[in-house]
């Protein structure tokens, strides 16, 4: 029976520490919600170990010990398991399908081949290759008019073949 009074005695005085749990656990996390789990993963841990507990000793001082060993230990979990991306696919809530760019790009690539083969030089040039305009009538030994006029009529061949961009 002494055990069970020395528990509930330790008990109460957890409850008068709440406050200043709270307190220290705002120095580790900004948003409350995130200092309240602390708080409340550092209760439970006291109340699993209250076997542990050497009279004589602070208690404030015990359940700070715990908090900031839980904290360490989760920053540690956080920091081994973070993804390191922003945009991280875990964050998302609903991703979009891929097939359709997929069946998208095929389109695109088969009307590129279409193209005659002046057209299709200077688009790839430009497009993918991301060359200037000089650069690529250096390249193909045209003006660089030429290179605008072709790749003028490369895109409206593809925008012939595929309709509007606002359809």
Not at 16 to 40: C, E, G, I, S, W
Request: proline share 3%.
């Amino acid at each position: 029976m002494p055990e069970l009074a020395r528990s509930m005695r330790i008990q109460a005085d957890l409850l008068d520490q709440l406050p200043a749990l709270n307190a220290f656990a705002r120095r580790f996390y900004r948003t409350q919600t995130d200092a309240d789990d602390l708080v409340q993963e550092t209760v439970l841990k006291a109340l699993t170990n209250l076997d542990k507990f050497e009279e004589g000793t602070k208690l404030k001082s015990w359940l700070f010990t715990i908090m900031r060993n839980a904290f360490n230990t989760r920053f540690a979990i956080a920091k081994r398991e973070a993804p390191g991306f922003e945009d991280c696919i875990s964050d998302l809530r609903i991703v979009a399908p891929s097939q359709e760019w997929s069946l998208l790009s095929q389109e695109v690539e088969q009307a590129c081949t279409l193209l005659p083969d002046h057209y299709r030089l200077v688009l790839n040039a430009v497009v993918l290759e991301e060359m200037s305009y000089d650069e690529t009538a250096a390249e193909l030994g045209c003006a660089v008019g030429t290179v605008k006029s072709r790749l003028n009529r490369a895109r409206h061949q593809l925008i012939a073949q595929f309709g509007t961009l606002d359809d």
